[in-house]
């Protein structure tokens, strides 16, 4: 098993916290209620940080909000991704012209990571967070897993079907499978809205106020083993059919031609028809 460090998360779990809510400062009693921490344990770490300037602490309310030494931490792991930078005017301009959100994710470790948002979301009401992780396991994620090594793929499924808690079925792994050779085959991803896309904003929406990471961790653990049993994937696009789209994603590639990033299309408020798919999928590889 791998080493865990209790007082790596807990000063982590922080961080998470502040970076997600960065317009926001919280108090002592605030950070400890949302994150579920000991006080003192609490206060040790706040005051920690607020020493080697990665926090501060306003005087009068005692409340603490990001300090200037993040933004170093910050702008050197934004480097990595210089086409976040360039590709910014792009997809605010779609975004607008779109009538819909558009965003870019990564990946880190087991998860997929928002890094940027743009357009008709609005960050202080959304619960879809810059830094929100989800599980980067089948169905998730499959814009990456096209363009990756066969042996990735099957890593990709193996820790969807743990995570399942059974074996997947044959139709399932099959369905999957060519789910993935359609996106690498078209160029991009389409994924449909489900159920579970609903009971994760709902779910997202309540813990807002808590910010529990274990809660965090359990309820996008429970959306990708519901979209696992959903009909998630639009695999065939007929131009005059209409759809009930939730994303529609293409892979960013870095110099090694494996996808870096995604870019993607959500907040998307009505059907769409095949051909407007097709349109808005050539659009989002323009600007990647």
Same mark, same amino acid.
């Given at each position: 098993?791998? !080493?865990?460090?209790?007082?790596?998360?807990?000063?982590?779990? #922080?961080?998470?916290?502040?970076?997600?809510?960065?317009?926001?400062?919280?108090?002592?009693?605030? #950070?400890?209620?949302?994150?579920?921490?000991?006080?003192?344990?609490?206060?040790?770490?706040?005051?920690?940080?607020?020493?080697?300037?990665?926090?501060?602490?306003?005087?009068?309310?005692?409340?603490?909000?990001?300090?200037?030494? #993040?933004?170093?931490?910050?702008?050197?792991?934004?480097?990595?991704?210089?086409?976040?930078?360039?590709?910014?005017?792009?997809?605010?301009?779609?975004?607008?012209?779109?009538?819909?959100?558009?965003?870019?994710?990564?990946?880190?470790?087991?998860?997929?990571?928002?890094?940027?948002?743009?357009?008709?979301?609005?960050?202080? !009401?959304?619960?879809?967070?810059?830094?929100?992780?989800?599980?980067?396991?089948?169905?998730?994620?499959?814009?990456?897993?096209?363009?990756?090594?066969?042996?990735?793929? &099957?890593?990709?499924?193996?820790?969807?079907?743990?995570?399942?808690?059974?074996?997947?079925? &044959?139709?399932?792994?099959?369905?999957?499978?060519?789910?993935?050779?359609?996106?690498?085959?078209?160029?991009? &991803?389409?994924?449909?809205?489900?159920?579970?896309?609903?009971?994760?904003?709902?779910?997202?929406?309540?813990?807002?106020?808590?910010?529990?990471?274990?809660?965090?961790?359990?309820?996008?653990?429970?959306?990708?083993?519901?979209?696992?049993?959903?009909?998630?994937?639009?695999?065939?696009?007929?131009?005059?059919?209409?759809?009930?789209?939730?994303?529609?994603?293409?892979?960013?590639?870095?110099?090694?031609?494996?996808?870096?990033?995604?870019?993607?299309?959500?907040?998307?408020?009505?059907? !769409?028809?095949?051909?407007?798919?097709?349109? #808005?999928?050539?659009?989002?590889?323009?600007?990647?």
């Amino acid at each position: 098993m791998a !080493l865990f460090s209790k007082p790596t998360a807990r000063a982590l779990a #922080i961080l998470d916290l502040l970076t997600s809510n960065p317009q926001e400062a919280f108090g002592l009693t605030e #950070i400890t209620r949302k994150l579920g921490l000991n006080k003192a344990t609490c206060h040790a770490i706040l005051t920690t940080m607020a020493h080697y300037g990665f926090l501060v602490q306003d005087q009068r309310s005692k409340a603490y909000r990001l300090g200037p030494n #993040i933004v170093a931490a910050g702008n050197a792991a934004f480097a990595l991704f210089p086409v976040l930078e360039y590709a910014r005017p792009e997809l605010e301009t779609l975004a607008q012209k779109l009538g819909m959100g558009c965003g870019a994710a990564g990946r880190s470790g087991r998860n997929l990571v928002l890094l940027a948002h743009y357009g008709n979301s609005n960050p202080m !009401l959304s619960p879809y967070q810059l830094g929100m992780r989800l599980p980067f396991m089948a169905p998730l994620g499959a814009s990456f897993i096209a363009w990756s090594p066969a042996k990735q793929l &099957e890593q990709w499924l193996e820790a969807g079907q743990h995570q399942l808690g059974k074996d997947l079925d &044959e139709q399932l792994d099959q369905k999957l499978r060519i789910s993935v050779i359609a996106i690498r085959a078209r160029g991009f &991803e389409v994924t449909l809205k489900t159920e579970a896309e609903e009971t994760l904003f709902d779910n997202l929406t309540q813990l807002r106020g808590t910010w529990d990471i274990d809660a965090l961790e359990q309820v996008t653990g429970q959306y990708q083993k519901s979209l696992l049993q959903s009909h998630y994937h639009l695999d065939r696009i007929d131009p005059g059919t209409r759809y009930p789209v939730c994303n529609i994603t293409v892979p960013v590639f870095g110099y090694d031609q494996l996808p870096e990033l995604m870019f993607s299309t959500g907040t998307i408020t009505r059907d !769409l028809s095949g051909q407007e798919i097709l349109d #808005i999928a050539e659009q989002l590889k323009a600007a990647a």
